[in-house]
């Protein structure tokens, strides 16, 4: 029973060594010129994202318009990806209404489908983990993936739906 705690150990040490740190501006400490965080982008609209300052750390904060069914926040560049590798998002958040946490698979950097795990959000920050593979959409040509956040309300029409986004990592880890 040791011998087989111990590999196990072992097996899940080695890939967290082996899983490379991808930097996306997840402290969303580099800020444009129109004070957004800097490779991030509002894609649908539907909400505000604004930077909040918390001494020396920047947050991102979302709210859903009235009557908005959803907002997208979405890292802007694609990350190359090969069909085995491991994908994880972490992301340290608080709101009110739904988190949908993941990636949205890309062909040629261009947007193609989501794959997400959905959570509901609490007043005190979390961690939200997705954790996925490229897999069989490789043989569509998908190569890639852009990092997303997706925020819902509760009930549709909700109104005081908002998102803060106080950190995301992206780790990537090679297939074996």
Request: hydrophobic fraction near 35%; proline fraction near 3%; include cysteine.
């Amino acid at each position: 029973m040791k011998k087989t705690g111990l590999i196990t150990a072992a097996l899940l040490a080695s890939l967290a060594l082996s899983a490379e740190e991808v930097d996306v501006n997840g402290d969303f400490q580099k800020i444009t010129r129109w004070n957004t965080a800097d490779g991030w982008f509002n894609t649908d609209s539907k909400g505000r994202a604004e930077i909040v300052k918390d001494g020396e750390r920047n947050s991102v904060r979302i709210s859903l318009k009235e009557n908005a069914e959803y907002d997208t926040y979405r890292r802007l560049a694609s990350v190359p990806v090969n069909a085995d590798d491991l994908v994880t998002v972490r992301m340290i958040a608080s709101g009110k209404g739904f988190l949908s946490c993941g990636v949205a698979w890309t062909k040629k950097g261009v947007y193609t489908e989501n794959n997400q795990k959905r959570y509901r959000l609490t007043s005190e920050p979390e961690e939200y983990v997705f954790t996925g593979k490229l897999g069989e959409r490789s043989k569509k040509g998908m190569d890639g993936f852009i990092v997303t956040a997706v925020l819902t309300p509760e009930k549709p029409g909700e109104g005081g739906c908002f998102l803060k986004i106080d950190s995301v990592k992206l780790d990537v880890s090679p297939a074996k």
